[in-house]
């Protein structure tokens, strides 16, 4: 069991790694599409390449990031039933679900985009677009994307393996503090009211 958790580290280290790097094409995005807005609405110019760079550019955000947000557990979960039940009994669920839905459908989205990379690489296809990108780096992402989101699968069903027979914490609780709902949510509340102690009384 411990070689198995030792490989889940590896993928988690390496799902962190990509996951950290797509945080910044978050800012290349925002650029781009600035840089797109204001070019046509202050000089009247377009360009399909750029519009098609950032087309890419926020798919991969979600591909690529799939497997970083499935470690984090941020994913949407519904489990309005499950949280009342015990640690152990929530951790096998868990199981149950990676096991016949996550990655069964995830293996047959890798296995379905592969060729539909490969075709759009061997003939170099282009966007229909003028001045479109070539299209496989596009198509690729599918690929690796989901590749990332089976090796998150893989790492937390060891983890919850290891939960079950003692060897590891509980993988479904990766932070000791809030979620990124509560913390945001909490942000929002902690704004609200510095604006209400800051705004003067009416009628004064």
Not at 82 to 94: C, H, K, N, P, T
Request: charged residues 15%; neutral net charge.
């Amino acid at each position: 069991m411990k070689i198995l958790l030792k490989i889940a580290s590896w993928i988690d280290a390496l799902n962190t790694l990509v996951g950290r790097g797509i945080t910044w094409l978050v800012l290349v995005v925002a650029v781009i599409s600035a840089g797109n807005a204001i070019m046509r609405k202050f000089f009247n110019l377009s360009s399909n390449a750029w519009l098609e760079l950032q087309w890419y550019l926020f798919g991969a955000i979600f591909l690529l990031a799939a497997g970083f947000t499935f470690l984090r557990n941020e994913h949407v979960r519904v489990d309005v039933l499950s949280q009342r039940l015990s640690e152990r009994a929530q951790v096998g669920i868990e199981i149950f679900g990676v096991l016949f839905f996550l990655l069964p459908a995830a293996c047959l989205v890798l296995w379905l985009s592969i060729p539909f990379f490969w075709d759009s690489f061997i003939s170099h296809e282009l966007s229909s677009n003028t001045d479109g990108l070539i299209r496989w780096p596009a198509k690729l992402l599918l690929p690796v994307g989901f590749g990332l989101l089976i090796l998150a699968g893989v790492s937390h069903l060891i983890k919850c393996i290891g939960f079950l027979r003692g060897d590891c914490r509980n993988p479904m609780q990766v932070s000791d503090g809030k979620s990124s709902e509560e913390a945001l949510a909490d942000e929002i509340l902690a704004q609200r009211l510095a604006a209400e102690h800051n705004v003067p009384a009416q009628g004064r």
